[in-house]
């Protein structure tokens, strides 16, 4: 017994040194250069325990925020946000006490659309108006084209994660309480990004918006609230909210764990709901974000994403209509649904226990059941992957699917 217990001790000594030089040589990579092409490293897909991974995950993640704060930095010299040829200005003021835990960022849209320049601007300084928190960083980005569909075009998506984290990563705001609202032109963005960005809100608010024709689906595991005015006729935006609820009401009624939501049709009022719409900030702000849900319902639009929460899938194979839904119970994931001939999963602690195997399963058959690792390579491709301030993952495991 005690030679056993000699041979377990050396063991476990030789894995915390090896696990020693796996970080130290991850701090000696990432100093050298940036962290892409660590996974061709030998030390990157060795096994590694949890504390290492977190520490791993530290190392990572302060040399991005960093960088992130040096362009928020750069983006409030400028007051604007540039990606590619596009230009988004912004204004933002902060509200109250910071909370433990940080603030909250409220993005918030104006409306207008294709129109003069100069409309659009009267529109975006009415928007800074028109809210105000009892606390956190109220964000009023200026769209950057002069368009119907200003708020959801592709560009959309890259401006707004770059707003996302570096107001984590400067502003110390909280991921779990960001929050999206629009009026107008910006309700329509709220009924495209709200689903398209699910992983990114805890709750979103729509005003005086038209949906187009934007599905509901992955709005499962955020806050949803409509605001109309009941004689809002244009383009029909009054029945088409009454409609867009009742899609939510059938979706809570299949799946009362998700889809939480309200529709409010203002009585007697227009265009302009005369405020009524303020209520939804206080709404809004019960909510967090749930970065790990237990049920991922995914769909596809016309601006496709490689991941929503802690589902990746192949970039070529990323296309409008495809839609994803996996459960997630302790180590069993199983995939109702896949429009997909593999999906990528995200694991950490938080998520499983690594000292049992993990099992997924697609149409009741098992297609991976076995003990997963730790590894370098996963967590800086996460953080790489990742939106700052979202979860590491220390694994990622892929498997085949059906597919269409």
Partial sequence: MKKIFIVLTLFCFANSLFAQKTVEALKTWIERQETSGIETQKFASAAISQKEAELAATIVLQRKQTKLKNEWDSAVEKKKFVA???????????????????????????????????????????????????????????????????????????LFDMIIQTAVAALDVNPDRVYLMGYSAGGDGVYRLAPRLADRWAAASMMAGHPGDVSPLNLRNIG??????????????????????????????????GYVHETHIVGGKGHWMERADTAALLWMKKFRRNPCPSKIVWRQDDTPHESFYWLRVPVSEAQSGRQAIVEHSGNTFTVVKSDYTTLSIGLNDAMIDYDKP???????????????????????????????????????ITVKTVGR
């Fill in 84 to 158: 590619g040829k596009y230009s988004m200005p912004f204004e933002y003021r902060i509200f109250g006490e910071k909370p433990v835990g940080g603030r909250s960022l409220y993005i918030s849209m104006h409306g207008g659309g294709n129109t003069a320049p100069a409309t659009n601007d009267g529109q975006w300084r009415n928007q800074m108006k028109l809210y105000a928190p009892d606390e956190g960083v109220y964000f009023v980005p200026r769209a950057a084209v002069n368009d119907w569909n200003m708020w959801f075009q592709p560009h959309v998506d890259t």
């Fill in 224 to 257: 949803f609230m409509l605001w109309m005015g009941e004689n809002d006729a244009a383009y029909n935006r009054n029945l088409e909210a009454v409609k867009f609820g009742k899609q939510l009401d059938s979706l809570y009624a299949e799946d009362s764990e």
């Fill in 358 to 396: 993990v099992k997924v399963t697609v149409n009741g058959k098992t297609v991976f059941h076995k003990k997963v690792k730790r590894t370098v390579a996963s967590i800086c491709k996460s953080i790489e992957c990742q939106n700052f301030g979202n979860p590491v993952f220390y694994t990622y």
